[in-house]
């Protein structure tokens, strides 16, 4: 059996990895930040991850 502890942020525009034991979940979906797991609410764009510019 193979266990996952990496795999993309939930959050669909955004390219960050995350480790699923630092991940946020949230609704049974992993995040790499706090603004992506809460939709990236106003003013939030990014996640603040160099070189990723996820806004949805």
Excluded: I, R, W
């Excluded at 995350?18 to 609704?27: I, N, P």
Aim: aromatic share 4%.
């Amino acid at each position: 059996m193979t266990t996952v502890t990496q795999m993309k942020c939930a959050c669909d525009s955004c390219l960050c990895v995350v480790d699923t034991s630092q991940a946020v979940e949230k609704d049974g979906h992993y995040f790499c930040s706090e603004a992506c797991a809460n939709g990236h609410p106003e003013g939030s764009a990014g996640c603040g991850h160099p070189g990723c510019g996820c806004n949805s």
